[in-house]
């Protein structure tokens, strides 16, 4: 087993609870149990405990074209837009971003002009947000349409990151059974990375008391939530740290507010599983 893929023996027990769905509104958590999810008992699921240290930068500091889907978590305060400016606030480069939303990944995944979009050719990157995820702990959802997704991106030469959202205001664990659902999928691509904003979103809060990243649904981020996903995103995409960046764009975060949420940011690089074979410079030198 590749060593970056060890898991250290930390587990959540799931505890069976209200039978709904992590969803991208509050509608989304009166939806019944679909028929295809399969019922389990209470499940321990690994999480990533130990924090694996990143060797390489992957992407060079060049212009980056990338595609996100996703559904709410993603488009509330426009998280694609927050990781396209403070990409061009950190140096002489441009993004071009894309965001093709929907309930969840299998919603977005049904629909034909989505695949045609990955293999257009056009984006470096892809970032998957919205797998269908029981808010009890007591189903497992198929995972097929976000692998179908992720393996179109693979073939088609992109970067693929998998951005794990935050649990709800208040449910303690959520985000880290968030996280190993992602970390399940990512498994499955030795190029895959994730993304670990819900982690991140948690040490933040347990850190700075007075911090706030819900909206008021205690669901969805507010400016400052959505700016610290965007955050650790950019790392993800870039492999770059954010001590030089600056914030150049929301008014409603103050400069105290964004020392912050870059000082918030910095474990997220450590928590990223990107070997120096996930490098995807190295995949272009073994094709020349």
Same mark, same amino acid.
Request: aromatic share 6%; charged share 20%.
């Given at each position: 087993?590749?060593?970056?893929r060890t898991i250290?023996p930390f587990?959540?027990?799931?505890a069976? #609870? %209200? ?8 509608? =989304?958590?009166t939806?019944p149990? $679909?028929?295809?999810?399969?019922s *389990?008992p209470?499940?321990?699921?690994p ?7 990143r /060797?390489? &930068?992957?992407?060079? $500091? &060049?212009d980056?074209k !990338?595609?996100? #889907?996703?559904?709410?978590? /993603? ?8 990781v396209?400016t #403070? ?16 309930g969840?990944?299998?919603n977005?995944?049904?629909?034909? /002009?989505t695949?045609?979009?990955i ?5 470096? &990157?892809l970032?998957? *947000?919205?797998?269908k995820i029981?808010?009890s702990?007591?189903y ?6 976000a692998e *179908?997704l992720?393996l179109?991106a ?5 970067q693929?990151?998998?951005f ?19 970390e ?7 190029? +895959?990375i994730?993304?670990?904003a819900? #982690? !991140?979103?948690?040490?933040a ?6 911090l ?5 649904d205690?669901?969805?981020?507010n400016a400052?939530?959505?700016t ?9 995409? @870039?492999?770059e740290?954010?001590? +030089? ?8 975060t103050?400069?105290?507010?964004w020392?912050?949420?870059k000082?918030? @940011?910095?474990?997220?690089? %450590?928590?990223?599983?990107?070997p ?7 995949r =272009?030198s073994? *094709?020349?």
């Open positions: 087993m590749d060593v970056t250290s587990f959540l027990l799931v069976a #609870l %209200s039978a709904t769905l992590i969803g991208c509104s509050s509608s =989304d958590s939806l149990e $679909p028929e295809q999810a399969v *389990q209470a499940v321990e699921i999480i990533l405990a130990e924090p694996v240290q /060797t390489e &930068v992957r992407l060079p $500091p &060049v980056v !990338v595609l996100f #889907l996703g559904n709410s978590h /993603t488009a509330y305060n426009n998280v694609p837009g927050r396209e #403070l990409f061009e606030s950190s140096g002489d480069r441009q993004m071009e971003t894309r965001h093709i939303a929907g969840f990944l299998d977005i995944a049904a629909r034909p /002009t695949m045609e979009e293999r257009s050719g056009k984006w470096d &990157v970032v998957l *947000q919205g797998q029981s808010m702990g007591r497992l959802y198929s995972t097929e349409a *179908q992720a179109a693979n073939e088609n030469g992109m693929v990151i998998w794990s959202e935050w649990g709800r205001d208040g449910v303690d664990g959520e985000s880290i059974r968030i996280q190993a659902i992602y399940s999928l990512a498994a499955n691509s030795e190029h +895959d994730v993304a670990p819900g #982690l !991140v979103w948690d040490a809060l347990s850190e700075n008391k007075n706030a990243l819900y909206a008021s205690g669901n969805h981020s400052d939530g959505a610290l996903a965007a955050l650790v995103l950019y790392v993800a995409i @870039t492999g740290g954010v001590d +030089d960046i600056t914030w150049p764009g929301d008014e409603n103050d400069q105290e507010k020392e912050i949420l000082r918030s @940011t910095v474990g997220a690089a %450590s928590h990223l599983i990107i120096a074979s996930k490098d995807p410079r190295s =272009d073994e *094709q020349n």
